[in-house]
C-alpha cells in the first residue's frame, strides 16, 4: 500500500468547521470518532445511527451530523480517488432491518486489500478531524 495524502487535513478541517457552526458541542465527538475506528468499518458507519435514534435529542443529532459528514468525506470524494467503493449510504435506525444489514454485509464483503486501505484512511482522517477539534475547538463564532 502506497502512501497518498488525499487531501485528508482539508477535508477534516471543512467537517469540523460545519461541525462547529452547527453545533460547537458536538466538537466532542472527534475523540470517540477517532476511538471508533479500532472496531472496524461497520461500526464506524454505524455510529450515526445510533447517535440519529428516533429518541436522539439536539446535541446527539449534531454529533450524528459530524459522524455522518466524516463518513460522507470518506465514501464519496477519498476513497473513490483510490479506486475502493464502500457504501454511502447514510440511514436512519428507523429504517428497515433489511437495509441497514445491507449495508454492514456490503462493508463486510470488502476485499482485504479495500479494506485495510479503507481503514487506514479512516483512522488517518480521524486523526485529522481530532487535530482540527483541538485547533478550532475554542475560536471564535463563525
Known amino acids: 500500500m502506497g502512501w497518498h495524502s488525499f487531501d485528508l487535513d482539508h477535508h477534516a478541517q471543512r467537517i469540523v ?3 462547529r457552526r452547527r453545533d460547537p458541542k458536538s466538537l466532542n465527538q472527534a475523540y470517540k470518532l477517532r476511538a471508533t475506528c479500532a472496531y472496524g468499518l461497520e461500526r464506524f458507519w454505524g455510529e450515526h445511527l445510533r447517535l440519529n435514534g ?3 435529542s439536539q446535541e446527539d443529532k449534531s454529533k450524528a451530523a459530524f459522524v455522518a459528514d466524516v463518513w460522507k468525506a470518506l465514501s464519496v470524494e477519498i476513497l473513490p480517488k483510490a479506486g ?8 436512519s435506525n428507523t429504517q428497515s432491518e433489511r437495509q441497514i444489514q445491507d449495508v454492514a454485509e456490503r462493508l463486510w464483503d470488502l476485499n482485504s486489500y479495500d479494506r485495510q486501505v479503507a481503514l487506514a484512511v479512516l483512522t488517518n482522517l480521524s ?4 487535530w482540527w477539534t483541538q485547533r478550532l475547538k475554542g475560536g471564535a463564532d463563525t
Not at 84 to 91: C, K, N, V
Not at 127 to 130: E, L, N, Q, R
Open 17 to 19: 468547521l460545519a461541525a
Open 127 to 130: 486523526d485529522a478531524v481530532v
Open 54 to 56: 428516533a429518541k436522539s
Open 84 to 91: 475502493i467503493r464502500i457504501p454511502t449510504e447514510l440511514l
